[in-house]
């Protein structure tokens, strides 16, 4: 028999990415407008062990849609992760009376509602909140578009310096397993190179392609490389090669680490997460459950949540080869 939904729990979990607090007002004001009460709950996954619940109701998420991180706090908790832990948090739950949940965040965060679900039968439903855009079942996540535009408007920084002192920059950017940011990003801002953990450019191309860029006149260049990248073990040990076969390269390197993740979210980022809390919510109410809501060709769509955790992102071929022919 299908469970009538009174009251929905919020929480966001994982890392944290622009777009997440408005997230959270579109749950919250979703409950409101089909008048069902909404919790908030801090600390993801931890804060419902600990029962650190707050009612939310349309003014308490007044001007957080253009804030980054979140104002749930987020936190990874190795409590969550036995049996007695998510039976506290289980316990928490039906205290207040909560029925369902919204959980945003990434893959983690998603295999711990799945297997919350699994032990209690409680309706669960995801939200991708990462910068990574790594995740099956939407052509973007929450807070990748915002983190490209950072990306960019910081590597055309970096160009005015190498451009005023012929250098090279490597410019690290955040994709531990995808390389969507730093293709992405990359072709924006006109990087000479980009590299990305799904395509082993190998080192003798790099040096063929740099030698490439120095014969025919560019004075500068920027390389553009995703922190999973395999092509070195770490981006400075890849500065030293390159320095070592090409002494002709003043080499420099810039990790851009966690100011990717931060500021304020772009238009398309509040727009989406609007759109996916609506459809959480609403989702929720007509009785569906272990579903991610997602964008797939301009459309919210379902993906079940065991698929969108196992499923993988696939790199767009079209823009590698954009980006070959861009660096001509």
């Given at each position: 028999?299908?469970?009538?939904?009174?009251?929905?729990?919020?929480?966001?979990?994982?890392?944290?990415?622009?777009?997440?607090?408005?997230?959270?007002?579109?749950?919250?004001?979703?409950?409101?407008?089909?008048?069902?009460?909404?919790?908030?709950?801090?600390?993801?996954?931890?804060?419902?062990?600990?029962?650190?619940?707050?009612?939310?109701?349309?003014?308490?998420?007044?001007?957080?849609?253009?804030?980054?991180?979140?104002?749930?706090?987020?936190?990874?908790?190795?409590?969550?992760?036995?049996?007695?832990?998510?039976?506290?948090?289980?316990?928490?739950?039906?205290?207040?009376?909560?029925?369902?949940?919204?959980?945003?965040?990434?893959d983690g965060t998603f295999t711990g509602g799945?297997?919350?679900?699994?032990?209690?039968?409680?309706?669960?439903?995801?939200?991708?909140?990462?910068?990574?855009?790594?995740?099956?079942?939407?052509?973007?996540?929450?807070?990748?578009?915002?983190?490209?535009?950072?990306?960019?408007?910081?590597?055309?920084?970096?160009?005015?310096?190498?451009?005023?002192?012929?250098?090279?920059?490597?410019?690290?950017?955040?994709?531990?397993?995808?390389?969507?940011?730093?293709?992405?990003?990359?072709?924006?801002?006109?990087?000479?190179?980009?590299?990305?953990?799904?395509?082993?450019?190998?080192?003798?191309?790099?040096?063929?392609?740099?030698?490439?860029?120095?014969?025919?006149?560019?004075?500068?260049?920027?390389?553009?490389?995703?922190?999973?990248?395999?092509?070195?073990?770490?981006?400075?040990?890849?500065?030293?090669?390159?320095?070592?076969?090409?002494?002709?390269?003043?080499?420099?390197?810039?990790?851009?680490?966690?100011?990717?993740?931060?500021?304020?979210?772009?238009?398309?980022?509040?727009?989406?997460?609007?759109?996916?809390g609506v459809k959480a919510v609403e989702s929720?109410?007509?009785?569906?459950?272990?579903?991610m809501v997602g964008l797939q060709n301009d459309?919210?769509?379902?993906?079940?949540?065991?698929?969108?955790?196992?499923?993988?992102?696939?790199?767009?071929?079209?823009?590698?080869?954009?980006?070959?022919?861009?660096?001509?």
């Open positions: 028999m299908q469970k009538t939904i009174k009251k929905i729990g919020v929480l966001t979990s994982g890392g944290d990415s622009p777009g997440m607090n408005a997230a959270i007002r579109s749950v919250v004001r979703t409950c409101a407008y089909h008048n069902i009460e909404c919790i908030g709950i801090y600390r993801g996954y931890q804060g419902m062990i600990e029962g650190d619940f707050k009612e939310m109701g349309p003014r308490s998420v007044n001007n957080i849609v253009n804030k980054g991180g979140t104002v749930l706090k987020s936190a990874r908790s190795l409590d969550f992760k036995t049996p007695e832990g998510r039976t506290k948090a289980h316990e928490n739950l039906l205290k207040a009376g909560i029925d369902a949940l919204v959980v945003i965040g990434g799945l297997l919350f679900n699994s032990e209690f039968d409680f309706p669960i439903m995801g939200i991708p909140g990462t910068i990574d855009n790594d995740i099956f079942g939407t052509s973007h996540t929450l807070g990748y578009d915002t983190a490209l535009n950072t990306v960019v408007e910081v590597i055309d920084k970096i160009r005015d310096t190498a451009s005023s002192h012929n250098r090279l920059f490597f410019v690290e950017v955040m994709g531990r397993d995808a390389g969507h940011i730093a293709l992405n990003a990359g072709i924006g801002a006109g990087a000479e190179e980009i590299l990305i953990p799904e395509e082993n450019l190998g080192l003798d191309r790099l040096l063929e392609s740099l030698q490439k860029s120095k014969a025919s006149g560019k004075s500068s260049s920027i390389v553009v490389i995703a922190e999973g990248d395999k092509i070195g073990k770490n981006v400075f040990e890849l500065k030293d090669y390159v320095e070592a076969n090409l002494p002709e390269y003043d080499v420099r390197v810039s990790v851009l680490g966690h100011m990717q993740r931060g500021g304020s979210p772009s238009c398309f980022d509040r727009v989406l997460a609007s759109r996916l929720l109410l007509e009785g569906k459950s272990n579903y459309k919210v769509n379902l993906t079940p949540l065991e698929q969108a955790i196992k499923g993988k992102s696939e790199i767009d071929r079209e823009l590698l080869r954009v980006s070959d022919i861009m660096s001509t």
